[in-house]
């Protein structure tokens, strides 16, 4: 696609629940990063992936968060038994090999844990 | 590890007036440098770069930045804001501009413009 694509835009749950969020980083490129940007935080680094494959997941913030790529292509950021501090944007970001310096990001995902 | 100070979580400047938003990294190296803005329910566009060479570099809606390394200082300055340049920004700091460490940001800079 033209630039990196999240759904849903936005998402409530209600606590205990399980999320799914969804990101189509653009065509071709092979790198994929998830942020996470709460007012308390700011944007913090999650996991990257370079292909299918996540070579570091101690930047996800519990064991309750999971994340997929399959395809070399989109990805799944899975958070089980959500919980409010879960609660912020999401955000997608990815870059080419030629010019892997460079990240662009997606529109993010809101997600609200009532 | 490295971090990134913007001192100034909120800027208001008249329209027409000049910008300066300031950015100091911490970290080991010369560190990838970037800036990025952020308009309400959007994602984060990517302003301007630093990798090497000329520390003064342009980038997109009339942006400057300069490197300074005694200063371990990335500002961004525009001469003339406009009404649209309202919006939160971001300094952020790469090993590689990515890869397994991947971005450190700023906590931001809310910019707000005066009629």
């Known amino acids: 696609g033209a630039g990196v694509s999240q759904s849903p835009s936005n998402k409530v749950t209600e606590k205990g629940k399980d999320v799914e969020l969804r990101c189509d980083p653009i065509?071709?490129?092979?790198?994929l990063y998830w942020y996470r940007q709460s007012l308390g935080q700011g944007l913090e680094f999650l996991i990257y992936f370079q292909g299918n494959s996540a070579p570091d997941k101690s930047g996800l913030p519990s064991d309750r968060f999971s994340a997929e790529r399959t395809g070399g292509s989109v990805s799944t950021l899975t958070i089980q038994r959500t919980q409010q501090e879960d609660s912020a944007v999401y955000l997608c970001?990815?870059?080419?090999?030629?010019?892997?310096?460079?990240?662009?990001f997606g529109a993010g995902t809101r997600l609200s844990v009532l | 590890a490295q971090s990134v100070t913007q001192p100034d979580i909120h800027i208001t400047v008249s329209e027409g007036a000049s910008l300066e938003l300031r950015c100091n990294y911490s970290y080991g190296a010369t560190p990838y440098l970037f800036w990025y803005v952020q308009s309400p329910g959007q994602g984060l566009q990517l302003l301007l770069k630093y990798f090497s060479g000329d520390t003064l570099v342009q980038g997109i809606k009339g942006f400057e930045a300069e490197f300074k390394r005694s200063q371990s200082s990335f500002n961004l300055r525009k001469p003339s804001v406009h009404w649209s340049d309202a919006a939160e920004y971001f300094c952020?700091?790469?090993?590689?501009?990515?890869?397994?460490?991947?971005?450190?940001f700023g906590k931001g800079t809310h910019l707000i413009i005066q009629p």
């Open positions: 065509s071709g490129h092979t790198a």
């Open positions: 952020a700091v790469g090993l590689s501009g990515g890869g397994a460490d991947g971005l450190t």
């Open positions: 970001a990815s870059s080419s090999t030629l010019a892997k310096n460079i990240q662009y």
